[in-house]
């Protein structure tokens, strides 16, 4: 199958691309770099450096014939959304549409979404939070992977474009990128490696629900192969919550370095509580985390302590 992956270069993109190229598909991948690795590129990927907002992407699809589209490029920094939510839209609603529009046009069957359940449940009075509990997202991130979510569903109800919505909990693993404010595993790593004092946000009670990348993409090759589902809406986590607290002393152990952190002011849009109950997708699809947070953080760091990133 030809599948295009939009942030194939990213954390999760990249590792996705990996998995299906093994598998025998062909992938061509759309990335503008913005914060994707080109050494996270597989080399047996077609590669196209351009941003979704771009009207060029229909020359992508037009020259490329695309079966398929897994959507990850997207601007995923919480606080970068608070701070800067017309620029955040831009990339994630827009930018959306504009691939949704080009699906349309060349009469792409299926699209995989990547969502957040991280985000668009809100302060969930329910935990774990279920897919059927009302979205009430608490920051312009989680609001804009809404929207997306029912821009899909518009586009399959007016013109027959499939979908499946995966909502992730918070994805951690090798290739996330450490430099921006999104991914505390990976922040945390690479300061703890570098002798550098963390800061927690906020007190570090506040709980989320931690999932290994390769976890993640076992989900998703799953939902490659899932025919039509007539509630197409997956939650991918754990089930598990984990304060920031306690997964910085996992953190502490596993580096060896007993190092205390800083504590700074809670940010503006972020949840006190986050964890996703994923029981529709390991009874639907056969999807089980195969890592828990002590086996994920190992392969993490142990990644992080290498010259790779």
């Known amino acids: 199958m030809k599948i295009l992956v939009t942030g194939g270069a990213g954390f999760i993109g990249s590792h996705l691309t990996d998995q299906l190229i093994e598998a025998g598909n062909e992938v061509v991948v759309i990335d503008n770099l913005s914060t994707g690795q080109e050494s996270n590129l597989n080399p047996n990927a077609r590669f196209y450096k351009l941003d979704i907002r771009d009207s060029k992407i229909s020359d992508v699809f037009k020259n490329e014939k695309l079966e398929m589209i897994f959507h990850y490029a997207a601007q995923i920094d919480i606080r970068k959304s608070t701070e800067d939510p017309i620029e955040s839209a831009n990339i994630n609603i827009l930018g959306t549409l504009n691939v949704l529009e080009?699906?349309?046009?060349?009469?792409?069957?299926?699209?995989?979404?990547?969502?957040?359940?991280?985000?668009?449940y809100g302060d969930a009075e329910i935990i774990p939070t279920p897919e059927n509990y009302l979205p009430f997202p608490v920051s312009p991130y989680g609001i804009e992977k809404?929207?997306?979510?029912?821009?899909?569903?518009?586009?399959?109800?007016?013109?027959?474009?499939?979908?499946?919505?995966?909502?992730?909990?918070?994805?951690y693993g090798p290739r996330q990128n450490p430099k921006g404010e999104a991914g505390v595993v990976a922040i945390f790593a690479d300061k703890l490696l570098n002798n550098q004092i963390p800061v927690i946000n906020g007190n570090g009670a506040q709980t989320r629900d931690y999932v290994f990348v390769n976890d993640v993409v076992d989900a998703a090759m799953l939902a490659l192969k899932t025919v039509k589902s007539r509630k197409p809406i997956f939650n991918i986590g754990t089930g598990i919550e984990t304060s920031v607290n306690n997964l910085y002393k996992i953190m502490t152990k596993e580096v060896g370095k007993n190092i205390p952190a800083n504590y700074g002011s809670a940010k503006i849009g972020e949840q006190a509580r986050s964890c996703l109950d994923s029981s529709k997708i390991r009874k639907e699809l056969n999807w089980q985390?195969?890592?828990?947070?002590?086996?994920?953080?190992?392969?993490?760091?142990?990644?992080?302590?290498?010259?790779?990133?």
């Open 289 to 309: 985390p195969k890592y828990n947070i002590g086996e994920g953080i190992k392969i993490t760091t142990d990644w992080f302590k290498t010259d790779e990133h």
């Open 146 to 171: 809404l929207i997306a979510e029912h821009y899909l569903d518009f586009y399959k109800r007016s013109y027959g474009l499939d979908y499946l919505i995966l909502r992730y909990a918070n994805v």
């Open 102 to 120: 080009n699906c349309k046009k060349f009469g792409i069957k299926k699209i995989i979404f990547a969502s957040s359940g991280g985000a668009i």
